[in-house]
């Protein structure tokens, strides 16, 4: 029903920026919330940023006044926009399309297939 094609992953030397894009095709419905997650080798999948459909954002503490997520113009786009990486930011990036009953962001089970995120020290 829905796919997330997620880019802008690389590799970037710390104190460097990333834009990381998630865009949602073949879907059914709007996309009213967007979380992304993090994943560390050897590590479980966590959230660093939400937006729900008003707007409101909410970050891990690890990642506030850092990165900043956002819903592009083009329906069913949505951006992290990474500053000030540091070497523990490196991982897979995932977004994950919020469950589209609600207005608040509940995780669905549409996930991206990651994009890598790599930062140098």
């Known amino acids: 029903q829905v796919q997330l094609v997620e880019s802008g992953g690389g590799l970037v030397q710390a104190g460097g920026s990333l834009r990381l894009s998630c865009a949602a095709s073949?879907?059914?419905?709007?996309?009213?919330?967007m979380g992304w997650y993090r994943q560390a080798p050897g590590n479980r999948r966590d959230m660093v940023a939400v937006?729900?459909?008003?707007?409101?954002?909410d970050y891990a503490d690890s990642v506030k006044g850092r990165f900043t997520v956002s819903r592009g113009n083009a329906k069913n786009m949505f951006y992290l926009q990474m500053n000030s990486l540091k070497p523990e930011d490196t991982g897979v990036y995932y977004c994950?399309?919020?469950?589209?009953?609600?207005?608040?962001?509940?995780?669905?089970?549409?996930w991206g297939q990651g994009t890598q995120v790599t930062v140098s020290s």
């Open positions: 994950n399309a919020g469950d589209p009953v609600s207005g608040s962001y509940y995780p669905s089970d549409y």
């Open positions: 073949k879907s059914i419905f709007s996309i009213n919330s």
């Open positions: 937006i729900d459909s008003e707007g409101t954002t």
